[in-house]
């Protein structure tokens, strides 16, 4: 696929199955990430692979972390947060590891980190994975950043959702084609 196509025609994918992304396809889409436009080239980004039983780790800090700021939390929403991370064979994490004395605003840092996630979907459509970008309370919750080794003054810029698309892949919007242009004002 030529990377016009793949600009034009990615889609997020929700419903991810099995297999997961393998080595290869990893380390290209990766790579992808690290091309990402770096405001003074800080490489502000840190990616963490959840896969397997990792995944069930990563639920029960979702349910420590919820549970810390609502203790009194319905059970079954509990559970519903655990599974969370079950709904794909692999999650990158993806994190602005942020320098707040740079002379880079912390904004860019985490805008590049964005940046670098897009690359990734648009890479990863490219090499017909599904992904999808998701964030949530659990990407801003202290308790989660802390246990995934993470500093306050990070941030979870998202949590990507990788695997094998299963069922139907949803059509790109007719209003994608339509350029949002403003005229400068007079
Ligand atoms: C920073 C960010 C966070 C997002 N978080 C969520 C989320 O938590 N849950 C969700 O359903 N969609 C979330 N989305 C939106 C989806 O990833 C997706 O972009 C949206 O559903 C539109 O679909 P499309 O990418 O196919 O156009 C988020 C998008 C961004 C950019």
């Given at each position: 696929?030529?990377?016009?196509?793949?600009?034009?025609?990615?889609?997020?994918?929700a419903?991810?199955?099995e297999?997961?992304?393998?080595?290869t396809?990893?380390?290209?889409?990766l790579?992808?990430?690290?091309?990402?436009?770096?405001?003074?080239?800080?490489?502000?980004?840190?990616?963490?692979?959840?896969?397997?039983?990792?995944?069930?780790?990563?639920?029960?800090?979702?349910?420590?972390?919820?549970?810390?700021?609502?203790?009194?939390?319905?059970p079954?929403?509990?559970?519903k947060?655990?599974?969370?991370?079950l709904?794909?064979?692999?999650?990158?994490?993806?994190?602005?590891?942020t320098?707040?004395?740079?002379?880079?605003?912390?904004?860019e840092?985490?805008?590049?980190?964005?940046?670098?996630?897009?690359?990734?979907?648009?890479a990863?459509?490219?090499l017909?994975?599904g992904?999808?970008?998701?964030?949530g309370?659990?990407?801003?919750?202290?308790?989660v950043k802390?246990?995934?080794?993470f500093?306050?003054k990070?941030?979870?810029?998202?949590?990507?959702?990788?695997g094998?698309?299963?069922?139907?892949?949803?059509?790109?919007?007719?209003?994608?084609h339509?350029?949002?242009?403003r005229?400068m004002?007079?």
């Open positions: 696929m030529d990377a016009i196509s793949a600009l034009h025609n990615r889609v997020s994918v419903k991810l199955g297999p997961g992304p393998n080595g396809q990893l380390d290209i889409m790579r992808a990430a690290m091309r990402a436009p770096d405001h003074g080239v800080l490489r502000p980004w840190r990616f963490m692979v959840i896969e397997g039983a990792q995944r069930e780790r990563l639920g029960d800090i979702f349910v420590e972390a919820r549970l810390q700021s609502e203790p009194d939390c319905d079954a929403a509990l559970d947060l655990r599974g969370k991370p709904r794909a064979p692999m999650i990158l994490v993806v994190v602005a590891e320098d707040p004395d740079n002379r880079v605003p912390v904004v840092q985490i805008v590049a980190t964005g940046a670098a996630i897009q690359n990734i979907m648009v990863a459509h490219a017909g994975i992904a999808m970008w998701r964030t309370g659990m990407a801003s919750h202290p308790l802390r246990r995934l080794g500093a306050d990070d941030e979870i810029v998202g949590y990507i959702y990788l094998t698309p299963t069922g139907s892949v949803k059509r790109v919007p007719e209003e994608a339509v350029p949002y242009l005229d004002p007079q």
